[in-house]
């Protein structure tokens, strides 16, 4: 859920802390990969190959 459609403060409040934590993950990853984690599309696409080395198209018949 984003921090905008949180019904209440404690909801918000909840989503901005994952959001700050998600983000701080993301630049401890990236600092020691030693490049940007790939985003939207892409990072979609990466993760359905690293499973098992198939694209999402050709999982499901595309």
């Not at 599309?41 to 595309?62: I, L």
Request: positive net charge; without cysteine.
């Amino acid at each position: 859920m984003g921090i905008e459609q949180a019904p209440t403060e404690k909801g918000k409040q909840a989503a901005r802390g994952l959001r700050k934590s998600t983000a701080a993950d993301e630049k401890k990853v990236e600092a020691q990969k030693g490049s940007d984690l790939a985003k939207g599309a892409d990072r979609f696409e990466e993760r359905s190959k690293s499973s098992d080395g198939k694209s999402a198209g050709k999982k499901q018949g595309f």
